[in-house]
């Protein structure tokens, strides 16, 4: 999710995208999107629909991570996608000493 804001705000305007409006951008949706002083002229939209209005209409929008968007983000990270098998092999190495130690275990129980 991210913020999406409206760049142009004024005192006492409105900037409104009816889904039609939004559709002769190329932009799906079935909402209505109101910026105003009452939101701050911020809306909170998926990532799909802000990239969309800021691609078409950048010199109307700026779009920044909303709060708490992080784990999302880190998911879709490949660095951590490619650090996450490492993180398995040394579990995998902790497993390894605990088998020492049942190995040791079924010594004395032999003996």
Partial sequence: MKNVHF???KKDFVRI???IDL????????ETLVWSEQNKFCLVLNNKLSDSLV??????FLATDA????PDDEI???L??????QGIVNDSE???????????????EES
């Fill in 7 to 9: 760049v142009r705000a």
């Fill in 17 to 19: 995208l009816r889904p």
């Fill in 23 to 30: 559709a002769s951008l190329g932009i799906q949706a079935k």
């Fill in 55 to 60: 691609e078409k209409l950048p010199e109307d």
């Fill in 67 to 70: 709060e708490g968007d992080e």
């Fill in 76 to 78: 879709s990270d490949p």
């Fill in 80 to 85: 951590v996608t490619l650090q996450s098998p």
């Fill in 94 to 108: 902790d497993v390894e000493t605990d088998d020492d130690e049942s190995s040791t275990l079924d010594d004395e």
